[in-house]
């Protein structure tokens, strides 16, 4: 394994399609990917892989609708220590969208 890295995989997303994901290093920021629940229009969920497994069921199913790249800020002046820390943790950090916000 590369040195620094903590996880190293290869999997099939799209059939034919093949990608490599790798988890951070310590010390290092993740890509963090941005969700949004089918069921709860306000509900949004950041996770640490792009098909969301370890969110939750009940407010899925979940849609991938971004990404926020290891130097990139996370929206709404959310806080990516505290974001990262309850991935690591939780494997997801849920958030609600404003009223206006989910409406438009």
Request: avoid cysteine; charged fraction near 20%.
């Amino acid at each position: 394994m590369p040195q620094g890295l903590t996880n190293f995989g290869i999997g099939t997303l799209v059939p034919g399609h093949t990608f490599v994901f790798v988890n951070r290093g310590k010390g290092q920021a993740m890509r963090i990917y941005i969700f949004k629940s089918e069921t709860r229009g306000d509900l949004r969920a950041f996770a640490g892989d792009l098909r969301g497994s370890k969110l939750p069921q009940k407010h899925g199913p979940w849609t991938a609708t971004g990404a926020i790249g290891p130097d990139n800020a996370p929206p709404h002046n959310s806080s990516r220590r505290a974001i990262e820390e309850a991935i690591d943790a939780e494997g997801f950090q849920l958030w609600r969208l404003k009223k206006a916000e989910a409406q438009a």
